[in-house]
């Protein structure tokens, strides 16, 4: 029977299946960090219930860390990191702690480590599991009940999700990178329009894509409101995971890439939903909003709010543009921002920093700007500074940090004040997400570190091209 | 968990849609360990405004909240749920919810209701021209009555039976264990385990 990827790895996972009943889904891998998993070791405690399978399941710390070095000062955050650690000794999960060479944000660690394999099910109590599926991984968030419901039995009972297929045509342009696309998709289809639905990304520009940028987009698939993203694995797949610590080697490794290569929607499976994108069409992308799908190409103006059709829309946008302090029609690359935040599991891995640092080589931060780079792992930042990245972005005036979620949301020392604003490359411009009363425009790599330098939105483009030369 | 039959209480009305759970809960208060006494941080940043709805002494039992469409979008934070139940609503009333927001709330025992956006919208009008009027919910019928105002909700059937009975769902999975063991013995062997490589 034909079937869409995601439908092929739901069904290499259900355990039972019964009419009436959600089926229940075996998980292959369940990350877990401070954050959400403190009630739920509590559950198990109370129950008198083991962790089923310790083997799957890692742990790192990564929400409440401080970027800059030294412990934990504020006394909650300290106590759930304890609590963390305390859990994981007792109920002998694998935790990378602050500090050990392994640690970073949890979406970042598990692919670099190889554990995020094609056709595998990777659940975290975290929105932005979706990330994994990158690899051809159906990989979903879950909240605190599920992570003590796989914590006890390592499955879920789950109802099959809808497919939908976004089908991202011909190539991008230079300088439109995986943030732009994902943005545009959102604004596309709306918050809500991805509910209930795996997003499949299909297409050559899809296919053009490395891992890592492969993962950005899949990263933002919950903004889109969907349960997850995946993209089918191929020749870009086998090679990022070869030699990993996790992968497996010898003919283990063949076996697994036959394997991988079925994992592919055929040919005459029936998506129940499709989305055209014309990539050639994409420009930097930045949003004016407050929720990911209020986005703009960077070359448009602030929209007003009486311009949209929708009543809901309309009210949404009127408070989104009094919350953000914005005028409608002002050219979005007049917006002055005081803070740039390079970093977060949507773009802080090893390519996203190149990228920036590309951009920010021989120029310098604009005066009144503060630019935060903080890599998404231990090992990221390992890399980065063997390749000199940390002193072309410290020489520019930016601040080389620590790994974690940092101004990605604000659990941690790194916040906006309040009326702040940011371009930033994290994933979510909710209100007070970056601290409160800040104001965060979502934006690439490249725009972040053209902002930096510019002190406005901009692009790289728009930039005078002589130090360019010169780097 | 509780079971959930028919609840009425005082219906509070939140005109807004998108209400993603950063604004139902900031991160600042998910440091806590704890599993109660969330009811602080529940619209944290919004109840700063004396103009908005929960500030009004009208609603403070409120227990049925209606929201504008795609509540609960964002985080996974089952905080979320907490924040809610702990600040003693029962049910939330919207036309789209999110899909881990909707999960999480079958969890804990909290009725999310899938109410068309126009019964929301004569919802909106009744208990603002009544304020501090009762809603009632009931899950054996799927409807919401409030006044004249009798509208049908959906819940998915599993959902509500589990609601119904208050059942807990790591119980009723422990009763296939037997099958899950079957399933483990036939995983590949190159499946990744997280021990040391």
Known sequence: ?471 | MDKFETHTGVGVPLRRSNVDTDQIIPAVYLKRVARTGFEDGLFASWRKDQAFVLNNPVYAAGSVLVAGPDFGTGSSREHAVWALMDYGFRVVISSRFADIFRGNSGKGGLLAAVVSQDNVELLWKYLENHPGAEITVDLVSRTVTAGEIVAPFEIDDYTRWRLLEGLDDIGLTLRHEDEVSRFEQGRPSWKPVTTPA
């Not at chain 1, 405690?45 to 030294?70: F, I, Q, S, W």
């Not at chain 1, 039995?153 to 300088?175: C, D, H, W, Y």
């Not at chain 1, 950005?216 to 797949?237: F, K």
């Not at chain 1, 499976?269 to 909003?289: C, H, K, Q, R, Y």
């Open chain 1, 1 to 471: 029977m034909s079937g869409t990827l995601s439908e092929k790895v739901w069904d290499a996972h259900v355990v039972r299946r019964a009419e009436g009943e959600p089926d229940l889904l075996y998980i292959d891998l369940h990350l877990v960090h401070e954050v959400t998993s403190p009630q739920a070791f509590e559950g198990l405690r109370l129950a008198g219930r083991p962790v089923r399978r310790p083997d799957l399941t890692l742990a790192t710390e990564d929400h409440n860390v401080p970027t800059t070095a030294g412990p934990i000062t504020d006394p909650v955050s300290k106590i759930q990191v304890e609590t963390l650690r305390r859990n994981c000794e007792e109920f002998g999960v694998r935790l990378y702690p602050m500090g050990d060479l392994e640690q970073g944000i949890v979406h970042v660690v598990g692919p670099q480590l190889g554990l995020t394999q094609p056709g595998m099910t990777v659940v975290c109590g975290d929105s932005h599991t979706s990330t994994h599926g990158a690899f051809g991984a159906l990989a979903f968030g879950i909240g605190t009940s599920e992570v003590e419901h796989v914590l006890a039995t390592q499955t879920l009972p789950l109802k099959p999700f809808k497919t939908m297929a976004i089908n991202v045509r011909g190539s991008l342009a230079e300088g439109v990178t995986a943030k732009d696309v994902i943005l545009a998709v959102i604004a596309k289809i709306g918050t809500g329009g991805g509910q209930g639905y795996v997003l499949e990304y299909r297409g050559e520009a899809i296919e053009a894509l490395s891992m890592e940028a492969r993962m950005t987009v899949c990263n933002m698939s919950i903004e889109a409101g969907a349960r997850a993203g995946m993209i089918a694995p191929d020749e870009t797949t086998f090679a990022y995971l070869k030699g990993r610590p996790h992968a497996p080697t010898g003919a283990d490794w063949d076996a697994a890439v036959d394997y991988w290569r079925s994992l592919r929607t055929d040919d005459d499976a029936v998506f129940d939903a499709e989305v055209e994108i014309d990539a050639s069409a994409l420009t930097p992308f930045v949003t004016w909003g407050t929720n990911p799908g209020q986005g703009l190409p960077l070359s448009e103006s602030v929209p007003d709010p009486e311009s949209f059709a929708d009543e809901s829309d309309r009210l949404a946008a009127a408070n989104a543009l009094a919350y953000m302090g914005l005028e409608p029609g002002t050219p979005l690359r007049e917006v002055r921002v005081d803070t740039v935040f390079l970093g977060s599991c949507t773009n802080g891995r090893i390519e996203d920093l190149r990228a920036a640092a590309a951009v920010v080589k021989g120029r310098h931060v604009a005066d009144g700007v503060r630019m935060l780079v903080v890599p998404g792992s231990a090992k990221v930042r390992q890399q980065a500074e063997a390749e000199g990245l940390d002193r072309v972005f410290t020489e520019a005036g930016a601040d080389w940090r620590l790994p974690g979620c940092s101004m990605c949301l604000g659990m941690n020392p790194d916040t906006l004040a309040p009326g702040e604003r940011s371009a930033s490359t994290s994933n979510r411009n909710f209100e007070g997400r970056q601290g409160k009363g800040g104001r965060t425009h979502l934006v690439s790599p490249l725009v972040a570190a053209a902002t930096a330098v510019r002190g406005t939105l901009s692009s790289p483009a728009d930039l005078p091209a002589d130090v360019l030369q010169e780097a």
